[in-house]
């Protein structure tokens, strides 16, 4: 078994203790499990063996450098979302044909870097953008190939602010409008359509948009291929996501076994674009007790009631940790639920709480109304299953410096990311 296991009371990771970690490089600190991101990328690889494909790991979701030349190592290609995850890419060893540009809103500077560099395709999201692509490769002598982002209109029944694939998400080229627009690139000497991609959410844990999604994508590349353009690949985006509280969710086997007798007919190599999926369970967030302080009732709210109706109003229990929003963004960002557990297990009476960061933010908030063994003032907690969209959307709000971060690697702990300091902070204020 690898990833995060208890051994007797204390939290380990692939056998390393995690307050033996915490003790040596501080908190708030994020611990990463390379076994846990070798077997799921394993998993998604194997899951799809049966048919040509390529999985380029969405940087999105963590591109901490060693963790991307992990996932380079085992196989795996990028999908890059800006010009920065492109560089992180190169500096993590994938070469240019290892790469898909991805991004809503590509600058023209990012556009002539992806073209420059000859990554694989950049999957284009409008018309306008097909001209932009065109122009910047004419000037260039070269032709560049791209796939196109279509938009098929399916709800991904997730978090709103996580749904892409919706006709009124900014995401994509209406599917209506896929085929004139082939037609008319068709006569472009600046660009070749090689594909189509979508990528219809993120944390989809049922499998219905999924299919409908790869479905529409299969249709459209049989309607283009009559009509004279070859499909190569078919880019079905990421998006299938995790159990963030222990209930059963698909994994990488349901969805190939959803998708591929949909896709495999149309003969054309699959690329998956899978971050959340590989790397959300194997990270963790460590972080420290502060305080533990009670918000208790006014003293009007003592006063008799002209009413027995009214519920009681009971003391608030608030665990301030020294991790919040600027370490993890999920719960404030999309209402998110993270486990949030002891490191060392007490047998302290159990109590309700809400485990809140530091900043001077209400909604800095890791966990809402949680039962956890009365917490102290100085212990270890483990935010699990951070892997993914953490460390990648930390921030210094309120000058706060970003937090270190751990792989577990072959039983040894190794520092991957230092913590910033405030000299590094400040070092771009003139
Ligand atoms: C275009 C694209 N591909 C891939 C991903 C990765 O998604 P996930 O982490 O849900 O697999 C995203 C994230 O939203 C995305 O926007």
Redo the contacts with the bound molecule.
Sequence with gaps: MTGFQREAAALACDGVALDRIAAEHGTPLYVYSAATIAERYRAIDAAFAECPHAI?Y?L??NSTLAIARLLRTLGANA?A?SGGEIDVALRAGFIPSQIVF???GKTDAELAQAIDLGVRTI?VESAGEIARVDALSRDRQTRTRIAL?VNPDVDAKTHPH?S?GLRTNK?GIPIHDVKDLCARAGFLDGVQIVGL?A?V????TDLEPLTRSARALASLAGELRAAGTAIEHL?L?????VSYDGAPVPGARDYADAVLPIVRESGATIVL????????PAGVLLTRVIDVKTAGPRPSDLAPRSSDLQPPIRDRLFVVMDAGMTELLRPMLYNAFHRIEPVIQTDAPLVSCDVVGPLCETSDTLGKDRRLPRPEVGELYAVLDTG??GSAMASNYNRRLLPAEVMIENGRARLIRRRQTIDELLALEL
């Design positions: 380029h969405a999105k979701a999908d979302n991805t991004g809503v999957n982002r996580i892409t995401f991609h990528h959410g993120s944390q989809i880019d985006g990421g998006g299938l996501g674009e899978p971050g959340r999926q590989i790397v959300a993914a969209y």
